[in-house]
């Protein structure tokens, strides 16, 4: 365990059996982390966007993004710790994958937008089982604004249904998105043991050895990847 | 005067005397246009900010641009325009000033913002003059959040205040941006001939005739830049 953070008595603190609060606000900053990169993805999207309605669509997303993550830095200073400490570790975390996978139409764009950064998103959500309750429910409740991929669902949809072309080429996609994505997953478990112990924490009960936690995770991320691809009728 | 506007009957309208509906709508229309620039562009300083702190804060006057575009929005629909419709001819309006005037450093890219873009908003303060009262208060409060121009004076101020090599490339950078937002302004009174009219009206009231009332704001604008520049202690 790590003895790292700083307990303010008057605030709500963690029950006993939940996770140790540095751990928590290790999975706080990485959640704070991602809805910026949200936000700053959603902005992007908005100025490339091809009609005004999305541009003004998207920009209310991006704002969203930037409430979403002030309320779990909101958090992270509730429970003792340091908003911007604990975002600080995640910063360019997914730079690698950016760098990976850069797409070459709205379409690609999309489509990563929904698959590729709902991994990290599944990936939260299945760590946030080890927290506290308050933390829980606020991590879950961030991660649950599906306004955007309803969005990219609708989208897709519309578009992939008249195009046999377009649908063969996003499954390739999705499949190189979904193998990038587990690959960040894992280096995010190399490099935060905290992320690894919430994760054992949360999956099946006190008996799961912490050592299985891993293969279990990621076999429940493919199977969310699976429904998500399959909710556009693309081929996982 | 124009006469394409659609009025309905249950909402505020302008009394008499002040603006045509259609153009009280073609103002707002280049408002809500500047405020979701203002949007992208912070969006944008965000990601390239030098320190998180700066990243959240500038995300977070990105979002507010979007509630006080939203507004102008609601405004335009409010006195029966069709707000999409009304901000498409402004569509890339600032597209040649940005292709003309890129930044080469963070201190350009505050002073644009600052310096740059001011010169818009003091347009439309002035034009806004000739609204109705109700659009004209929503466009003078939309116009006065000063968070990101507090935020500009102060890094510059810090940054220029150590380095007299900077404070001279700065102001000779503040002399290029007003020539070019100038430029912006005299296309827009030449493209928008309602916002000539809203000019006319809002300036030294009735005896002044509309044809000098281009001159008198551009003297009004180079002074307002002038008095923004020397807060900055450079040389107009």
Same mark, same amino acid.
């Given at each position: ?8 008595? &008057?605030?709500?603190?963690?029950? &006993? ?14 959640? +704070?982390?991602? =809805? ?6 959603? /902005? /992007?999207? *908005?100025?490339? /966007? ?27 200073? =509730? ?5 911007? +400490? ?40 299945? +760590? ?5 309750? =308050?933390?829980?429910?606020? $991590? ?11 969005? /990219? $669902? ?10 046999? $072309? ?14 990038? +994505? ?47 691809? *399959?909710?556009?009728?693309?081929? &996982?």
């Amino acid at each position: 365990m790590t003895t790292t953070h700083a307990q303010t008595g &008057a605030e709500p603190l963690p029950a &006993a059996g939940s996770a140790d609060l540095a751990d928590a606000i290790e999975l706080l900053g990485l959640v +704070a982390q991602l =809805e910026h990169m949200a936000f700053v993805r959603l /902005a /992007a999207d *908005s100025a490339l /966007a091809p009609t005004i309605e999305q541009r003004l669509e998207l920009s209310r997303f991006a704002s969203a993004a930037v409430a979403r993550r002030d309320r779990v830095l909101a958090r992270i200073g =509730e429970i003792g710790g340091d908003p911007v +400490a604990a975002v600080r570790p995640y910063d360019g975390v997914l730079d690698d994958f950016d760098a990976r996978t850069p797409p070459s139409s709205w379409w690609e764009r999309l489509l990563k937008a929904y698959v590729g950064y709902g991994v990290a998103d599944d990936f939260c959500r299945l +760590a946030a089982e080890g927290l506290d309750e =308050e933390s829980r429910t606020l $991590v879950l409740e961030v991660l649950d604004d599906a306004s955007h991929a309803e969005l /990219a $669902v609708a989208e897709l949809d519309a578009a992939g249904s008249k195009d046999g $072309v377009l649908t063969a080429r996003l499954a390739l996609w999705g499949r190189r998105l979904v193998g990038e +994505a587990l690959g960040v997953v894992q280096r995010l478990l190399v490099q935060h043991p905290a992320l690894v112990r919430l994760v054992a924490l949360g999956s099946a009960g006190p008996q799961a050895a912490p050592a299985n936690a891993p293969s279990k995770l990621f076999g429940e991320l493919t199977a969310q990847h699976t429904r998500r691809m *399959s909710r556009l009728g693309l081929t &996982a």
